[in-house]
């Protein structure tokens, strides 16, 4: 259920909120997000490269910017880089366009409060 209401959006909601759809606005990203997602475990570049039939430093371009944005993870175990979806942020996603169109949820992610993730505009990962 949501509700009008006139919640101000800042300067710094704005551009945190730009942020995230500019790193969703790649069909590669999508996949990529999409594959992370639905497979539910963290994988490497080889194997994202294997499923999507993209080269590699595609892909890790890719990756890079969804971490900026923090959709997704990465834990480096030696040579070796581990990306996961970080469901916290898309959690977040939805009730940010909600938002930006000037309907409030009745709850947003971000004022729960969750170990190991943040997502609210103007906090890190």
Sequence with gaps: MTRNTSRNVTRGDA???AGWFRALGDPTRILI???LATEGRPMNVGEIVDVLDVGQST???HLSILGET???HVER???ASWWRINDRCLACFPSAAELIMGRLPLTV???EPVAGGACAPGEGC
């Design 70 to 72: 923090c959709f997704v």
């Design 77 to 79: 175990v030696g040579t």
């Design 59 to 61: 892909v890790s371009h």
């Design 33 to 35: 997000l999409h594959l």
């Design 15 to 17: 551009t945190t909120w």
């Design 109 to 111: 992610p971000w004022d």
